[in-house]
């Protein structure tokens, strides 16, 4: 038989008992002890992972938008895009009825048909070729002999004195009529002179074309093109057969490959930011999506300075709030994924980038 085993005394158990008491109060001395300091190494690891750089996820993707409008009013006849569509450069995007522009074309071209014929006709004009001018020279010189003549008769009293202050007249007459002559000349080439603004062109017909080339441009601007490449947005409030208003946008196109972050700092984060330092930028949209950038320039003052109404704090229940300063990160590489405007972004920007270089 297997041999019993020992029987543990009264006394033994109260030594044995009396020895675990030190060693349970050590062990719990040691759990309070290592909490607090595994709180403390955890708090300074952590003190020094945010070291060196600031974070904030106030921050949203941007893009440049141009707004499309025409320079010219009329009846939309024709809508070439439609929502989302992505254009290039000098794409077409709508067309205005051009008829009008057509028809003031054809006015403009009859204007200069007419003033060339008024040119025509002013260079064959009588009073430029000068034969008013010479025939008002020989009546002064006939009236200047027939008064002669009478002066003379009138000494010996062979003549009237009516006679005498007739010739005279005649004389004064003929004087008149070369002045009004030589006025007309100068009159007539006035009208074919050309200037020195048009050198060489006639000041009528230099309007005229100037009148073509405004209906010209006018018929070229009924066709909108896209000034940038893009994507397309608010197209869809567009339709065939509504008014264009000159000036008024008709829809937004979002340039491509422009794409910013526009973050909102703290104005205590600050302090060690320079334009120029790395950042790092993720997405809501795309998890696991990081980008690399940089900070391209500071915000020139708060949000709050730019609202329609800024805030007034000269009352007195003013209270302190931080404020957030805009800060614009330029991206360095290329997006896997569609950077959508407005697309909420968490910035890093490394502070300590100086320290390092």
């Not at 041999?3 to 008992?17: L, M």
């Not at 060489?200 to 896209?226: F, M």
């Not at 994507?231 to 979002?254: F, N, S, Y």
């Not at 795309?286 to 704090?313: C, H, M, W």
């Amino acid at each position: 038989m297997a041999e019993a085993d020992p029987q543990i005394t009264p006394e033994q158990a109260e030594t044995n008992a009396a020895e675990a008491k030190p060693r349970r109060r050590l062990g719990r001395l040691a759990v309070m002890l290592a909490v607090p300091l595994l709180i403390l190494i955890g708090g300074v690891l952590y003190w020094q992972s945010l070291a060196g750089k600031v974070s904030t996820d106030n921050a949203y993707v941007k893009q440049t938008k141009v707004a499309i409008s025409a320079e010219v009013g009329g009846r939309l006849v024709d809508v070439k895009v439609q929502e989302g569509q992505d254009v290039k450069a000098g794409e077409l995007l709508f067309r205005i009825d051009q008829e009008p522009y057509q028809l003031e074309i054809q006015s403009a071209q009859a204007a200069i048909a007419g003033a060339q014929a008024n040119v025509t006709a002013l260079a064959n004009d009588s009073a430029l070729s000068g034969a008013d001018i010479a025939a008002a020279r020989e009546d002064i010189a006939f009236t200047r002999a027939t008064l002669q003549r009478q002066e003379a008769l009138w000494a010996r009293g062979f003549t009237t004195k009516a006679d005498l202050d007739a010739a005279r007249h005649g004389v004064n007459e003929a004087e008149e009529r070369l002045r009004a002559a030589e006025a007309r000349q100068r009159e007539a080439r006035a009208r074919l002179a050309t200037g020195p603004a048009v050198p060489g062109q006639n000041p009528q017909v230099a309007a005229a074309r100037a009148k073509l080339a405004s209906a010209q441009l006018n018929l070229a601007r009924t066709e909108v093109r896209a000034p940038v490449s893009g994507r397309v947005a608010e197209a869809d409030r567009m339709h065939p057969g509504q008014q264009v208003i000159p000036g008024l946008p008709m829809l937004t196109l979002v340039e491509s490959g422009r794409s910013y972050v526009e973050a909102n700092f703290k104005e205590t984060d600050l302090a060690n930011m320079r334009v120029g330092q790395r950042a790092e930028l993720s997405f809501d949209a795309y998890p696991g999506v990081t980008l690399k950038g940089r900070v391209d320039s500071i915000g020139a003052g708060t949000g709050s300075e730019f609202s329609v109404l800024p805030a007034q704090n000269a009352t007195g229940n003013w209270v302190k709030v931080t404020q957030r300063v805009p800060v614009r990160i330029a991206l360095d590489e290329e997006s896997p994924r569609p950077l959508i405007a407005g697309l909420s972004t968490h910035v890093t920007v490394f502070t300590n980038e100086d320290e390092k270089r």
